[in-house]
Structures are given as C-alpha cells and as structure tokens.
C-alpha cells in the first residue's frame, strides 16, 4: 500500500514541476506586437523621403504635400484598425472559452491581415517603378502583412494558452499589457517631419 502512495506523490510532484515550467514558458511573449509597430511606423518616413526625392526632381512641392496628405489617411485607417485590433484580441481571450478564442482571434486577425495588405498595396503603389508620380526607382520597404500577422497571430495564441493558467485579475493585467501607451502607433504627424 505505501508504495502506491509513494507513486501518487512523485506523479503528482512531476505533474506539479512540469506545470510550473509551462508557467514561466516564453508562450507569454507579446513582443510581436512591438516588432509589427515598428515596422508600420518605419513605412512613413521611408515613402515621404521617396515623395521628397520626387518632388525635388520633378520641381513640384505639391507631389510631396499631396502624397503626404494621402499617406496620412491610409494610415489613420490602419492607426484605427491597429487599436482596435489589440482590444479585440483581449476580449477574444477573456471572453470566451478557449475553442470560441482561437476562432474569434482567427476573425480579427483576418481583418487586420486585410487592412495591412490595403496598405501595402497603397505604399507600393506610390513608390514603384513607373507608378503613377513616373518614378524611376523602387523604394524598398521592409512591410510583409503576411508575416506581421502570422507573428501575431501567434503571440496572441500563446498569450491565451499562457492566460488560460491565470485568474481573474492576473488574466487582465497580463492581457493589459497588449493595450500600453508604448504599443500604440505614432500619431501621424510626428513621424512624418
């Protein structure tokens, strides 16, 4: 009888380590978020500095302005879109139960999949080679909406994988994290001086 009891424990005490190492898992590692940020910020100032070649090179400053004001609405949308998306993705988690999340997350993620490719499409438009301003050269910009979402995807998998070990309050301030001041984008303004 006291060899079964020794079994249950060192079953219950490997049970309780592996568990314990799950918990302090990179799983929970929102830094997606920061990269896919980075690389929508980093799409402004690359395609100003192109309309900015173009216009001293044609004479016209009104390729500049015009392109800097249409530039400035396709990214209010995805500015939008990018808040929203990370609210959604945190009532997805904590708001439904683990098969409903993924489904949820997949829905959000797709839309914000379709807002960054509308993007691209119109940042490449106005930057390639004998597009609509005539331009001679590409302008290559580091932006895959593929990629940026995949790896978003995935952080917020994880994420809810990782929250579904928490409770109550632990589960929002973890998911809280995803909504700080330091992910939200730049306002347009200041990245395009």
């Known amino acids: 009888m006291k060899r079964y009891n020794l079994l249950i424990v060192l079953l219950l005490l490997i049970f309780n380590i592996t568990n314990a190492q799950k918990k302090g898992s990179p799983a929970a590692d929102f830094s997606a978020l920061k ?3 980075t690389k929508i910020e980093n799409t402004v100032p690359a395609v100003i500095g192109h309309l900015q070649a173009i216009s001293t090179k044609e004479g016209d400053n009104n390729i500049l302005t015009n ?18 998306y990370r609210g959604n993705m ?13 489904k949820c997350m997949e829905y959000h993620t797709q839309y914000l999949r379709n807002t960054l490719i509308n993007y691209k499409n119109y940042i490449t438009y106005l930057t390639k080679k004998n597009g609509y301003l005539g331009v001679e050269g590409d302008t290559k910009i580091d932006f895959n909406p593929s990629e940026i979402t995949t790896k ?5 998998f994880n994420g809810g994988d990782a929250s579904n070990r ?12 995803t909504m700080a001041d330091d992910l939200k984008l730049k306002p347009y303004a200041e990245l395009a001086q």
């Open 35 to 37: 990269e896919a940020k």
């Open 67 to 84: 392109g800097k004001a249409a530039l400035g609405k396709e990214y209010g949308i995805l500015e939008s879109e990018w808040y929203l």
């Open 90 to 102: 945190n009532n997805c988690i904590l708001n439904n139960s683990s098969k409903k999340a993924k």
């Open 152 to 156: 978003l995807n995935d952080a917020y």
């Open 166 to 177: 928490m409770k109550g309050n632990q589960k929002k301030e973890f998911l809280g994290q």
